[in-house]
Structure formats: C-alpha cells, structure tokens
C-alpha cells in the first residue's frame, strides 16, 4: 500500500504529518513519488488565512476531479484545522472525499487505514471532542517536507488567548501541555537519528506548563539544554512565542544556555494600544519594548522577528503611526506583515468600522517598506563577521552553491559540494545580494 501526503500552513503541520507518516510506516505502507501511483492521498490543512483555504480547495477538487474522470481507486482524507473547521461541509461539497478528519480525530487514522487495507469504509465523528494526545515521535527519516539533520518537537497544543482575529482556539482547542518526560525521549530519540537542530513548537509555546510537577516553560528549556547536551544536537529553536506569556525566568535559562540560537521570533502586530486591546492580545506596547530592552540587555548579540497585522476594523492613521514608530525603535531583523481578512467564526469578523481594501494595501505597503529598510540595514552591518552555520541544502538557483542559516536566522549562500548538507560550518559574511548573505567559501 503507498501513501503521499500535502501538508499546508505551520511548522506544527509538518510534525503532525511526519507522525501520520510514521503510522503509515508502521503497517507497511511505502511513501509514493507520484500522487497518481499513490492508494491514500491525505492533505494536511490550514485555517489560519483565507489564502491557505482557498489554496486547498483548489488541490481538492485537483483530486475529486482525477477520481471522477480516471475512476481511481484513490482515497482522499482532508486532515488538520481546515478540516475541523468545515468539517462534513467538505463532504458535502466534495462527494468524493473519503474522510474528514480533524485535529481531534487523528487517533482515527490507524483504522481509515486498516478500512483501506481491506477495501472497506469506516465511520467516526469528525467533530469528537476527546482530549488531545501527542504523538511519540514526529520525525521521520527523508520525509520530504523536513530533513534528517532537523525536527520540530510539538511540546503544547491549542491556545487559550482567543484573539479577536484568530480561528486557531477553535480549530485546536484549549492549551494542552505534553509530558516533559516525553518530549525528553524525543530529543534523545531524533539525537540518536542525528538530527543537529530541534525546533520546539506549540500555538502559544511559553504557556507551556506540566501541572503534575508545576513545570513551566523555563523550567522545561533547563531539561532541554540538558538533554540536548547529552544527544548532540547543537542548536535549538522555538516557535511561536506570546509577549505576554515571556518570562524573565526564561531569558536568563535562554541566555545561560548556548543551545538556545540567539533569535527570537516575537509577534508584536500591532503598535497601538486601542488595537491590541480590540485584537485582545493581552499586552501593551510597553509590555513589549520593555520585554525587548529586557532580552537585548542580556543577549546583545540576538535578533528579533515578529508579525504585524494592519488594517484592523478600527484602525486609524494614527495607530499606523504608532506601529511605524515602534518598528523603528525595535528595527526587526524581519516581519511577517499582513492586513486583516475576516475570518468566519472569530470575534472580529462581526466587528463593524472594516477599514477598506485600498487603504489596506497602502498601509500594509508602507510598513513593508519600512521593514524592507531596517533589514537591509541590519544585514549590511553584519557584513565582514565570521559566524557557524548549518548547512541546509543545495541553492535553487545555482547548483553549486549551499543554503546555510546562521543561528541568528539570516540566510548565506556559499560554495560547496551536496555531502555537507546536514553539517555545521564556518564561513565569513563577504556581500549581500537581496536579503541573503553570499561567503567565498566554508570552513
């Protein structure tokens, strides 16, 4: 039996679906080249943007429509937040989707591939409300949307913030914190494999905490740089982090431990206070640009990135203003910049005052602009500097050269030959061609 998976939107996706692969592994199944050559196709969707929705209800009707004019005996199974959200509307639009499945229900997969197995169909709620479980391991050799010298590590699930603009709680569910003694076993387990760099992932990651013993987030990152220690691997990563649940008790685990890679990915999305508090975030500006001073004061050497959302319903000129002037204060190393699109079942999508599309995307332009400056300007101070970096792969545009990432997130390009994929290396940042450095050569 072959498989071939699609998996859009978060690095917690691509976790997810590398666990399903697993599964698959398990009872024999072998991973297809072609979708076309494949008995299960499973797309693993995305909520969080229209864009992301729209992009998969293109690809499933690109499956519906190769079914119904080839007849092939292909299942189709619509997994992940998309499929929690809408649910069986799919299989009302898409009569020939096999199984919707939700990320509540993805203890179902074992048995949609058993029924697969004997050429039988299986029933079960999509919408099941059981509590959420983790899968063992998330990691799987030559998975093709990961790597064998990295992993995403899922140590929390769901999210209990409830921003005004947010699907995420309602298609993940509240905060569930995993057992640190399992994420412990993962990271010997993906060290054993020889994995390099972990990234520890969760919807609102610092709000992870293990009641039975009262271990928070720090406390979690102190078990981390240990066990780290003892598996190899040489850099750690975590996303994504709420500013509101930082604390000073993880930039000092964060700075104590070189594991840690010194950036920090911080979505702030907006400057303004009236527009935090409608977004209900949580925090301040001040909050923020004191959190920010706190964490350069003891790790000088770090960059930060974040996310910012404009045109909110509400939003005057004033408050673009006020987000132009906290970029400037901050200078991001970069910004994930969007303007608001409303989507169905928030808080925000009934609000009234929406700002209209033109002026979005002029205000959204202008702080791209302004970002687009402090990146470049950044980048140019670090030419000259010597830094360690991983080797990723091989360029797209040209065969010759390696991708490598600094641990400060910055891209470099350089010369050398495919066998380094995978390994560390020194280099020196001699010139910078967009937003990438290029090296001579590596070390």
């Not at 959200?85 to 203890?107: C, N, Q």
């Not at 720090?218 to 509101?244: D, H, Y």
């Not at 408050?319 to 970029?327: A, N, P, S």
Request: aromatic content about 10%; overall charge positive.
């Amino acid at each position: 039996m072959t498989y071939y998976f699609e998996t859009y939107g978060c690095q917690m996706n691509t976790a997810e679906s590398a666990a399903l692969a697993l599964v698959c592994k398990e009872r024999g199944w072998t991973e297809a080249d072609d979708p076309l050559k494949a008995g299960l196709v499973l797309i693993n969707t995305c909520s969080v943007r229209l864009t992301a929705e729209t992009r998969v209800l293109g690809r499933i009707a690109h499956y519906t429509g190769l079914k119904k004019k080839h007849k092939l005996m292909l299942t189709l199974v619509i997994a992940g937040c998309m499929a929690q959200r809408l649910g069986e509307k799919l299989k009302v639009k898409y009569p020939l989707v096999d199984y919707v499945m939700g990320t509540f229900a993805r203890s179902n997969f074992p048995l949609i591939l058993e029924a697969v197995e004997k050429r039988e169909k299986v029933n079960f709620d999509i919408n099941e409300k059981a509590v959420f479980s983790f899968s063992d391991s998330h990691y799987e050799e030559g998975f093709k949307n990961g790597s064998t010298f990295r992993s995403f590590i899922p140590i929390m699930h769901g999210c209990n913030n409830y921003c005004s603009y947010c699907i995420v709680p309602y298609v993940r569910g509240r905060e569930v914190s995993r057992d640190p003694q399992h994420i412990a076993s993962e990271i010997r387990l993906v060290g054993e494999k020889g994995v390099r760099e972990i990234t520890l992932l969760g919807q609102n990651v610092n709000s992870y905490f293990w009641q039975k013993d009262n271990t928070d987030f720090a406390a979690l990152l102190k078990l981390v740089a240990i066990e780290t220690q003892k598996s190899g691997i040489k850099w750690v990563r975590f996303l994504s982090a709420n500013p509101g649940n930082f604390s000073s008790a993880t930039i000092e685990v964060l700075a104590a431990n070189k594991v840690f890679c010194r950036h920090i990915h911080l979505p702030v999305q907006h400057g303004c206070d009236n527009m935090l508090k409608v977004m209900n975030r949580g925090y301040s500006t001040a909050h923020f640009l004191k959190l920010v001073r706190e964490i350069r004061a003891i790790m000088p050497e770090i960059t930060i990135s974040t996310d910012i959302l404009v045109g909110f319903p509400g939003e005057t000129e004033d408050d673009v203003l006020k987000t132009l002037d906290l970029m400037e204060e901050v200078r991001f190393l970069y910004s994930y910049m969007y303007h608001f699109n409303p989507r169905e079942g928030t808080k925000a999508y009934d609000l009234g005052d929406r700002i209209s599309e033109n002026v979005k995307r002029e205000r959204l332009s202008r702080v791209i602009m302004l970002q687009q400056k402090h990146t470049q300007e950044l980048l140019k101070a670090r030419i000259g500097n010597t830094e360690i970096v991983l080797i990723e792969g091989i360029s797209r545009k040209n065969a010759d050269e390696l991708i490598t990432r600094t641990e400060k997130d910055e891209m470099v390009a350089v010369p050398g030959p495919k066998s380094l994929i995978g390994s560390f290396g020194k280099l020196t940042l001699s010139y910078l061609k967009g937003n990438t450095f290029r090296a001579k050569e590596l070390s």
